[in-house]
Every structure is written in C-alpha cells, then in structure tokens.
C-alpha cells in the first residue's frame, strides 16, 4: 500500500472512531438525563404505603393493629397547655358544665408517652368512646357515669382506683388539673382487667389524592367555633398554607403539646349542632348524639354545610344520605348546642 493511500486510510479511521466516540457521547448523555428525571419523578411522588391507619387514613408499613384508648382530657385555662393531643386521631370537643369544654381524645395510630390532664366521666363522652370500641380513660365521674361503669357499659380506667399508681400527680399544678398516665401505663392496667388491646377499629371513609385535589366549597382560611361567648373557650382554626393543615387556638394562644411544643395539626374541623339539655343543680347536661342535624365541615382552607349522622355510634358527616369522605389525616369534632345553632356559634375569616 502506497504512503499515499495509508495516510488516507489513517485518517478515514480516525474519522470513523471520532464518530462513534461523539455518537456514544450522545446517547450516554440522554441516557444520563432520562435516569436523572425518572429519579426526580420517583422522589416527588410520596411512596405509597401497602397499609393505613383506620381512623387516620394515613400510610403504613404494616397492617395497623391495636385497640383504640380514648382519654378525658381537662380543656380548664389551668390545665393548658395539654400533654399528648397532638398525637390524637380525633378529638371531640364538648361542653360538661357551665360553659366549660373537655376533650374526649382518641388514640389509635399515635401512643403518647404523657397524657393529660385527665378529667372525670361523663355519660356522653362514654357513648362517643364506645362508638370506636375504646378503652375508655377517666379520673372521677358523675353519678350517670358512675352508673355506666358499674354495669359494666364498657371497658375502663379510672383514676378513683388507680391514683398513684397508674395515674400521677404532677407538681407544677393543682387538683384537678394534674392528674396524668401514659400509653404504657395504660396497657399496663388493661393487662391487669384482661381487656382485650390487640383488634384495630374499623376503618373511617377517607378521600383519595385526587379527590383532596378536587375539593371545593367556601373560603375557611379561619373559623372560629364561640361556646356562650367565653372567651377563654373559643376555639379558633387558622389554615396555614404552608403545611396545608388547620392549627387551633384556644383564647388566642396555640394548642401545643406541654412537653414537646409541637402544634396540633388537622386535617378536618367537623362542627356538629346537637341538642343540649341541662338536668340538674350542678349544671351537668344531657346531649342528644343519636338524632343526626346540621353541621359543617372544614377541609384544605374551604367549608361546606353537610349534616350529620351518628353512624355505629360514630358521629359521621354525610351529604345528601351519602358519607363525606375525610381527608387523611387527623381530626377534630366540636359539638355545640342546637340553641344558638351553626350560624350564631361558629364565623370565618376571624382575628385570633
């Protein structure tokens, strides 16, 4: 081969190997971004848990188990800030007497270490546990109450029984607004009463993603739910964008939990309108939870008027006879009286 043709060929070669260097470059490099947007993709979008949590609707590892403790808890001005709420599934706010609110908060997916303070039975708030099949937490009782327990209505603790043992007194307040127990301390005394702590409740009706992304109804970015005009027991949700969760207040300051700080956070504010009766000198009350009513129901910033049902002893929202799916997460129920009624108790778009 001459010299000429040689160098010809050299240089074909280099060409072809030049070519299929910067060919090579190129899909290597599509490649490289194809596999760097899959991985963006995949870390935007939430992993989709095999399992939730039947009165949160949240995701799981595991299939949820355990049974559901529901605990009185004390709303009195002395007794704030609370221990354990923010790791509630659902908390019902109803009035006991005067125009004083307990909570009845319900756990399930959460097992606080502190609870409390805990406050006395009532008949009521027993009914409402016992739609979940709750074991049901109290320190002292009304004589209704005190009747419920004796027959026997349901599974219990009371801290008439168990004062320093498995509940405490704590030393930075007064009785009645000190007493406390833990989650541990209350599986420890269902063990004692060979009550049954192993069986989940059933499961709630929540919205799917995209029905959350289809949700519509009347701007709610603050409400505010009045009990007799006592300032020192408005309950006030603002909407925080952000997070896209309400936070409460109660008489301007945030509900947070008394050890960690953290905030309550939820996902729906369901304000339900019974009818209330006071039956005695003490102020106690009887409460219509089984006739159903009107009610509202705050989701991602909006509210719309549904009605409500007490559905297997659980008050529920329907519309239209049909179950309003919750959006998952955590849950907040206040119960006001028929009299004033919806529109005279509760006022959006309110300054704390």
Not at 1 to 12: D, G, R, T, V
Not at 87 to 116: M, N
Not at 172 to 198: C, T, V, W
Not at 229 to 240: M, R
Request: net charge negative.
């Amino acid at each position: 081969m001459s010299k000429k043709w040689m160098a010809a060929f050299a240089a074909l070669m280099l060409l072809v190997s030049g070519c299929s260097k910067n060919e090579k470059s190129v899909v290597d490099e599509d490649e490289n971004e194809e596999a760097i947007a899959d991985e963006q993709d995949g870390a935007s979008e939430e992993k989709e848990l095999p399992y939730a949590f039947p009165l949160t609707g949240l995701g799981s590892e595991e299939e949820a188990s355990g049974r559901s403790v529901a605990v009185m808890i004390n709303n009195h001005p002395q007794a704030r800030p609370q221990s354990g709420l923010n790791k509630a599934d659902i908390v019902y706010e109803v009035l006991a007497e005067g125009d004083v609110t307990r909570f009845l908060a319900i756990f399930q997916s959460e097992h606080p270490e502190k609870i409390g303070p805990i406050r006395s039975a009532r008949d009521y708030y027993m009914e409402l546990a016992k739609g979940y099949d709750s074991l049901y937490i109290a320190h002292g009782y009304s004589p209704d109450a005190k009747a419920m327990i004796d027959s026997g209505y349901m599974d219990n603790l009371n801290g008439m029984n168990y004062d320093g043992t498995l509940f405490y007194r704590s030393n930075d307040r007064k009785a009645p607004h000190n007493s406390y127990s833990s989650f541990e301390n209350i599986l420890k005394g269902a063990e004692q009463r060979n009550y049954k702590m192993e069986e989940a409740p059933p499961a709630l009706t929540f919205l799917t993603k995209k029905e959350v992304e289809a949700l519509h109804g009347e701007e709610a970015k603050a409400a505010m739910v009045s009990y007799y005009n006592s300032k020192l027991f408005n309950a006030i949700y603002e909407y925080d964008e952000s997070i896209e969760k309400y936070k409460r207040y109660s008489n301007g300051e945030l509900t947070v939990d008394h050890e960690t700080g953290e905030p309550v956070l939820l996902d729906n504010i369901f304000i339900v309108e019974t009818d209330h009766q006071v039956i005695d000198s003490a102020g106690r009350r009887k409460i219509n939870f089984t006739s159903g009513g009107r009610a509202y129901l705050l989701q991602k910033g909006q509210w719309q008027a549904v009605d409500w049902k007490n559905i297997d002893g659980k008050i529920l929202p329907v519309l239209n006879g049909e179950k309003v799916g919750l959006v998952p997460g955590k849950t907040w129920i206040n119960v006001i009286p028929t009299s004033p009624g919806l529109e005279q108790t509760v006022s959006f778009d309110v300054k704390k």
